[in-house]
C-alpha cells in the first residue's frame, strides 16, 4: 500500500512542510536525505490526532525517497506497557504504513543519554539541584514573573557529578534531587529557565527492568535521539513550538552524529470528541467505556473495531492539510469519509433491528426458494449470495403504520410496497396481540411483479428489506453514537468536567435483531451495509452462536448534502 500523501491538484505546493523539506533537498542539505520520525509515548493507545502525525511523517519520507523511523518515547516507567507498544504497532500498519528495520526505544540510549547528562555538568551546563518540586515550579516563576536562581545553582562540577551519580545508583529516593539544564533563569520562554532534564524514578521499565531509577525528561531525550539516528525534519505539533529553543540548545551543547531540525504543524482536533491521552485514560479507568478499543473511543484501535477504515481516515488527514494554526475539524468530515469509503467498498446484505412479522399469505407452506442476490446492486459483477425466502418474512417493525400519514410510501393497510428482489405485496391484514401491538403483517404477493415476470416493471413509490424468518440469524446489534454530546467537550461550566459532556445515549443494544444467513461464517472485522439502515461491522465478540456487529455510521450524509449546496 501505497504511503504517499499527493497535494490536492489545484492547489500546488500542499503545505509549508513538503515546501521545506524541497527546498532542503534541493540545497543538498544533509545530503539531501529525508528521515522523519514518529515517536509515540507507550503509555496509551493511539488516537484518531495521531494519525495526522504518523501520515505526515510516513508520507514525507516517502515522497522524497527516504525513510520514517518508529521510536517509542519510553523514558517514564510509570506509566508504560508493552501493551501499548504492541498495540501502536499494529495501529500504524493498520493505518497503511510501515518501519521497517527502524524501530528503536529511546531506552535504547539511555546509557548514551546519561553520558551526555555528564559532558553538560562537566561543561557547567548543568546541575542537580536539591529544591521540591513545588519549589522549582515557584522558582521558575511564569509569564508574568521572572524566575528566580536556585540556591543549588553555583555547585561545583564535582559536587555536582557526585551528586548525579549517587543519584544513578539509587541513593536517593524520589523527588529528592533533579539535574537541570543551566540556561536562563529569566529567559522569557518559561522552556529555558533551566528545565529539568533528569528525574529519579524507581520503578520496573519495561525494557531495561531495575537497570536504571534516573530517567530523562522528554525534551532532553528526544532531541538527542532524533540526532543519534540522524533524523533530518523532526516534525511534531505546535504545542512544541515553545519547547524549540530548548531542542536547539541541547544540541548545541554536545558533539552529536546529527543535525535535525525541529518542525511544528497544528495538531488534528476534532468536534465532539476528546484525544487528550490522560482523559482517554480515565474513560477507560473509570468504566465509562469497554477499554481503549471500545468502538466509541477516538482510538484508531476503538475506530477498527467500529468498523472505520484505514482509507477514509488517510483521507480525512489529506483533506484537512497541515498548517501551522489551530483549529477544529467537524467530526461530520471524518464521518463522510467513512460513509464514502464504505460505500464504494461494503457488500450490501438485508438485516432487520426491530422485527415485525410479515407473512406471504399465496406463499405455499413448506416451500424456500433461494434468490441470487447482488452484494452491489449497480454492480452484480462483483458478486452474489443465496438469499432465503418462504413464507414468513421479517421486515423492519418502522417501515409499517397502522395510520398512514402524507409522504407515507412504506406499509399500512392496504397499501402496496416492493420487497426488495422479490416483488410487490399489498398489506391485506393486520394481527395484533391482546396488548393491541401490531405482531403480524398478512399480505399478498403479486407473482406478476416478480423479477422476470411480464410485471416486474410495474412502479410502486416504496420498497423495503427483508429476511426470511426460519433462515436469519439472530444478532446482537450494537448501536453506537458519539460518545459527547457537545461541540467542545473539554468545555464545562464551572464545577463541571468534560465527563459531563458524555452522551448517555453513546450505545443503544439490540439483543434480537435478524440478519439474513450469508453471514454465518463472517469473521470479524467484516463490514457491511444492512441496506436501508447503516454500516455495521461485525465485533471480535462474536461466536459461534452468537453473531455480534457494531453500527459504524448510519446512511445520512450532512456533508455530503453540504458540500452539493456548495456549503
Same mark, same amino acid.
Given at each position: 500500500m501505497s504511503t504517499e500523501i499527493k497535494p490536492p491538484a489545484d492547489e500546488g505546493p500542499s503545505n509549508f512542510i513538503r515546501e521545506r523539506i524541497q527546498q532542503d533537498v534541493a540545497q543538498g542539505r544533509r545530503d539531501g536525505r529525508v528521515f522523519t520520525r514518529f515517536p509515540p509515548e507507550p503509555n496509551g493507545y493511539l488516537h484518531?490526532?495521531?494519525?495526522?502525525?504518523?501520515?505526515?511523517?510516513?508520507?514525507?519520507?516517502?515522497?522524497?525517497?527516504?525513510?520514517? /523511523?518508529?521510536?517509542?518515547?519510553?523514558?517514564?516507567?510509570?506509566?508504560?506497557?508493552?501493551?501499548?507498544?504492541?498495540?501502536?504497532?499494529?495501529?500504524?500498519?493498520?493505518?497503511?504504513?510501515?518501519?521497517?528495520? /527502524?524501530?528503536?526505544?529511546?531506552?535504547?540510549?539511555?546509557?548514551?543519554?546519561?553520558?551526555?547528562?555528564?559532558?553538560?555538568?562537566?561543561a557547567g551546563k548543568a546541575f542537580v539541584d536539591s529544591l521540591t518540586p513545588e519549589e522549582i515550579k515557584a522558582y521558575r516563576g511564569n509569564f508574568y514573573k521572572k524566575g528566580t536562581a536556585s540556591p543549588y545553582r553555583e555547585r561545583s562540577v564535582e559536587e555536582n557529578l557526585d551528586l548525579f551519580r549517587r543519584m544513578r545508583a539509587g541513593e536517593f529516593e524520589e523527588g529528592e534531587h533533579v539535574l537541570r539544564a543551566k540556561i536562563d533563569v529569566e529567559h522569557g520562554n518559561i522552556n529555558m529557565r533551566d528545565p529539568p532534564i533528569y528525574r529519579i524514578k524507581k520503578a520496573h521499565h519495561h525494557r531495561t527492568g531495575d537497570a536504571w531509577c534516573v530517567y530523562p525528561m522528554y525534551d532532553y531525550a528526544h532531541c538527542i535521539s532524533d540526532a543519534l539516528e540522524r533524523i533530518t525534519h523532526s516534525l511534531c505539533t505546535l504545542e512544541f513550538e515553545d519547547h524549540r529553543p530548548l531542542y536547539d540548545w541541547i544540541l548545541a551543547q554536545l558533539d552529536v552524529p546529527g543535525d535535525p531540525e525541529q518542525i511544528e504543524f497544528a495538531k488534528l482536533n476534532l468536534s465532539y470528541t476528546v484525544i487528550g491521552k490522560r482523559k482517554l485514560k480515565q474513560l477507560v479507568e473509570q468504566g465509562l467505556v469497554s477499554g481503549w478499543d471500545d468502538p466509541r473511543m477516538p482510538t484508531l484501535a476503538g475506530m477498527r473495531r467500529r468498523g472505520y477504515t484505514p482509507e477514509a481516515i488517510r483521507a480525512l488527514c489529506e483533506r484537512v492539510g497541515v498548517s501551522k494554526r489551530n483549529g477544529m475539524v467537524d467530526v461530520s468530515l471524518l464521518e463522510h469519509a467513512v460513509r464514502e469509503h464504505l460505500n464504494a467498498t461494503s457488500p450490501r446484505v438485508m438485516g432487520v433491528l426491530q422485527p415485525l412479522k410479515l407473512t406471504l399469505t399465496n406463499w405455499p407452506a413448506g416451500q424456500v426458494e433461494w434468490l441470487d442476490a447482488p452484494y452491489f446492486a449497480d454492480d452484480p459483477a462483483r458478486g452474489t449470495r443465496p438469499v432465503p425466502i418462504g413464507r414468513e418474512l421479517l421486515i423492519e417493525r418502522e417501515d409499517f403504520k397502522e395510520q398512514a400519514v402524507k409522504g407515507w410510501f412504506r406499509l399500512s393497510p392496504g397499501a402496496e410496497v416492493r420487497l426488495r428482489h422479490v416483488g410487490i405485496v399489498r398489506c391485506d391484514e393486520v394481527v395484533k396481540d391482546e396488548a393491541g401491538e401490531v405482531i403480524e403483517l398478512r399480505c399478498s404477493?403479486?407473482?406478476?411483479?416478480?423479477?422476470?415476470?411480464?410485471?416486474?416493471?410495474?412502479?410502486?413509490?416504496? %420498497?423495503? /428489506?427483508?429476511?426470511?424468518?426460519?433462515?436469519?440469524?439472530?444478532?446482537?446489534?450494537?448501536?453506537?453514537?458519539?460518545?459527547?454530546?457537545?461541540?467542545?467537550?473539554?468545555?464545562?461550566?464551572?464545577?463541571?468536567?468534560?465527563?459531563?459532556?458524555?452522551?448517555?445515549?453513546?450505545?443503544?443494544?439490540?439483543?434480537?435483531?435478524?440478519?439474513?444467513?450469508?453471514?454465518?461464517?463472517?469473521?470479524?472485522?467484516?463490514?457491511?451495509?444492512?441496506?436501508?439502515?447503516?454500516?455495521?461491522?461485525?465485533?471480535?465478540?462474536? %461466536?459461534?452462536?452468537?453473531?455480534?456487529?457494531?453500527?459504524?455510521?448510519?446512511?445520512?450524509?450532512?456533508?455530503?448534502?453540504?458540500?452539493?449546496?456548495?456549503?
Open positions: 484518531i490526532g495521531h494519525a495526522k502525525s504518523i501520515c505526515l511523517n510516513f508520507g514525507m519520507a516517502a515522497e522524497f525517497g527516504g525513510r520514517c /523511523h518508529l521510536r517509542f518515547d519510553d523514558t517514564n516507567p510509570v506509566t508504560e506497557d508493552v501493551e501499548f507498544v504492541e498495540a501502536i504497532q499494529e495501529d500504524i500498519r493498520w493505518l497503511g504504513f510501515d518501519w521497517g528495520d /527502524h524501530k528503536y526505544f529511546a531506552s535504547d540510549y539511555f546509557q548514551k543519554l546519561y553520558d551526555y547528562a555528564e559532558v553538560l555538568i562537566r404477493l403479486d407473482m406478476a411483479s416478480r423479477p422476470g415476470q411480464p410485471g416486474a416493471g410495474r412502479k410502486v413509490k416504496g %420498497t423495503i /428489506h427483508w429476511v426470511s424468518a426460519a433462515h436469519a440469524l439472530q444478532v446482537e446489534a450494537r448501536l453506537y453514537d458519539r460518545l459527547f454530546n457537545v461541540e467542545e467537550p473539554n468545555e464545562a461550566p464551572e464545577g463541571k468536567t468534560f465527563l459531563d459532556n458524555l452522551n448517555p445515549n453513546s450505545l443503544a443494544v439490540v439483543t434480537d435483531a435478524r440478519v439474513e444467513p450469508s453471514l454465518a461464517a463472517a469473521p470479524a472485522g467484516t463490514r457491511v451495509q444492512f441496506e436501508r439502515l447503516a454500516y455495521f461491522c461485525v465485533d471480535r465478540d462474536s %461466536t459461534e452462536d452468537r453473531l455480534v456487529v457494531n453500527r459504524t455510521i448510519g446512511m445520512r450524509d450532512s456533508w455530503a448534502k453540504l458540500e452539493a449546496k456548495g456549503g
